[in-house]
């Protein structure tokens, strides 16, 4: 019944109007969601699945507003009446008064990757990372970073090779969409070897290099949680190993991480 009251300020009083009119809508939403359903705990099942529904309606709204798009349609016009039009023209009314109080998408700032104060892993040279760690082109990836940012040595392939220290994870703090939740999302990405079984009873683990979604080239200027751009550049990768750059091979300013792409789809 919330509904009445908005909807009766902005499209004026109904007289006449019998709430009965709308009772074939619950009806026909009824037959939807228990048909939808395997007809178990139907009653619980019918309201997650309105509930559902009506959040990717919502969410469907909040991405044509970020994306400066045309309104999306809720309904197929051609069954929809005069009255029906004048209505649905209002609530999309009060819906966007709603969104209009939302915060600016670009006002968050950029992601941010969280480590451990030390490094639990410590002095692992290639042959580890190569055949433990699965880091199959570490060398040439390495080299690659080190050119593209101007620390690359001329004595790189003749030094000494260079140790490192690894994370056994990194937690990715993820500015907030307005439309999911209000605080920032947490999400913690593995890059672990296998371990044999120890003193104790201590059970065997096996390795464990989490999969991402991850961009491969980024903006020169500063980064901003970006919602218009969508998956639009993002691929898919596992990440093998997550370190420091030792101090033979320059500074960074922080930890890096080894990924294989996955081939395109």
């Known amino acids: 019944m919330n509904h009445y009251v908005p909807m009766i300020c902005s499209l004026g009083v109904a007289p006449g109007f019998n709430t009965e009119w709308l009772e074939h809508l619950h009806i026909d ?3 939807l969601g228990y048909q939808a359903l395997n007809k178990k705990d139907y009653i619980k099942q019918m309201t997650l699945w309105l509930d559902r529904r009506e959040k990717v309606l919502w969410f469907t709204r909040f991405l044509g507003w970020a994306l400066d798009e045309d309104d999306v349609n809720w309904l197929e016009t051609s069954n929809v009446t005069n009255k029906d039009s004048e209505a649905m023209e209002g609530m999309e009314d009060m819906v966007q008064d709603e969104i209009d109080t939302w915060p600016e998408v670009n006002q968050y700032s950029e992601s941010k990757c969280l480590v451990a104060k030390r490094t639990p892993v410590l002095n692992v040279d290639l042959e580890t990372l190569t055949t433990t760690y699965g880091c199959s082109s570490f ?4 080299e690659k970073f080190l050119r593209q940012h101007n620390l690359l040595k001329p004595d790189y392939w003749d030094a000494t090779p260079a140790k490192y220290d690894l994370y056994k994870r ?5 500015p907030p969409t307005p439309e999911i939740s209000n605080f920032p999302l947490k999400d913690t990405v593995c890059a672990t070897a296998a371990q044999p079984a120890g003193p104790k009873r201590r059970k065997p683990l096996p390795a464990q290099f989490d999969t991402v979604l991850a961009r491969k080239a980024l903006s020169t200027s ?16 596992q990440v093998h190993a997550i370190f420091n750059l030792p101090e033979e091979l320059g500074t960074f300013a922080h930890p890096l991480a080894y990924v294989e792409w996955f081939t395109p789809l």
């Open 222 to 237: 500063k980064l901003s949680f970006q919602l218009a751009g969508g998956p639009n550049g993002l691929h898919v990768a």
């Open 139 to 142: 060398v040439y990836a390495m």
């Open 29 to 31: 939403f009824a037959k």
């Open 170 to 174: 990194v937690r990715i703090i993820i």
